[in-house]
């Protein structure tokens, strides 16, 4: 992303800024805000407790695949909120932007990924042979697809972030959201799955294993899966518009639709 150059060569953005509070107006900063700091305190938290809750449960239950995707998801949401608690203190500091463009961008990749492997293992449980879709193939499609997503996203936070033309930002931002929908397309094929198998399961001499507790635990894979969707969609229209738009710069959005 371009430099912001200011009068008395202060830069606002970018690896050579040197702006800070007492030198460059907020409104300079690309957030044009100092992020909440409450607010990230609680998502650190949050994400810390659910990282070490997971470790016990994946311990215990010796469910490695489940408990790994987890952790990662976990640690890079941390990582991007201390980003944002960083920014609070100087809303120039380009690592503290870094950590939370990238690190919580890919961080629900991770999850989608332990949504795949608990569905698969629900499947497993209740019956096989009732799914069109082999449980085996939610660990060699949709995961993959995930990679697949992951390293999009990755690459065009990196390119749209330490790029100097604004072309190289644009281009940087577009494979971010090419990553993005790759990511809501795969979720929606999931989803879809997902709702086939419930239906198909609960109609066959297999539904009496559709107990209360297992139908709850469905019932909130489906609405983790859902919440994951909406801040996909939330994502694609916030680099649709850029990094200077108004959407971009909205910290009650951010928080609503991203931390959530």
């Known amino acids: 992303m371009s430099h912001t150059p200011l009068p008395g060569g202060l830069i606002s953005f970018g690896s050579d800024a040197n702006c800070t509070l007492e030198l460059c107006p907020l409104e300079s900063s690309i957030l044009q805000y100092q992020p909440n700091v409450p607010a990230n305190a609680i998502f650190i938290g949050v994400f810390g407790l659910s990282m070490a809750l997971h470790i016990f449960q994946g311990i215990k239950m010796k469910t490695w ?80 697809s995930d990679i697949i997503s992951l390293i999009l996203q990755a690459v065009g936070g990196a390119v749209s972030v330490v790029s100097t033309a604004k072309d190289d930002v644009k281009t940087g931002e577009d494979i971010s959201i090419a990553g993005l929908v790759f990511q809501v397309v795969t979720l929606f094929c999931f989803v879809g799955l997902f709702i086939d198998y419930v239906i198909r399961a609960s109609k066959s001499p297999a539904r009496y294993r559709l107990t209360k507790p297992i139908l709850t635990f469905l019932f909130f894979l489906f609405l983790s899966t859902i919440f994951i969707l909406i801040r996909c969609g939330y994502r694609i229209a916030e680099l649709n518009g850029g990094y200077f738009s108004a959407i971009f710069r909205d910290e009650g959005l951010y928080i609503a639709l991203e931390s959530w």
């Open 65 to 144: 695949g489940f408990m790994a995707s987890m952790i990662a998801g976990c640690i890079l949401e941390i990582i991007g909120y201390v980003g944002r608690l960083i920014i609070h203190d100087n809303p120039f500091d380009f690592i503290g932007f870094l950590l939370q463009i990238i690190m919580i961008t890919i961080a629900p990749v991770f999850f989608s990924a332990a949504i795949y492997v608990l569905l698969s293992q629900v499947i497993n449980f209740v019956d096989p042979n009732v799914s069109r879709f082999s449980p085996k193939y939610f660990y060699w499609i949709f995961i993959p």
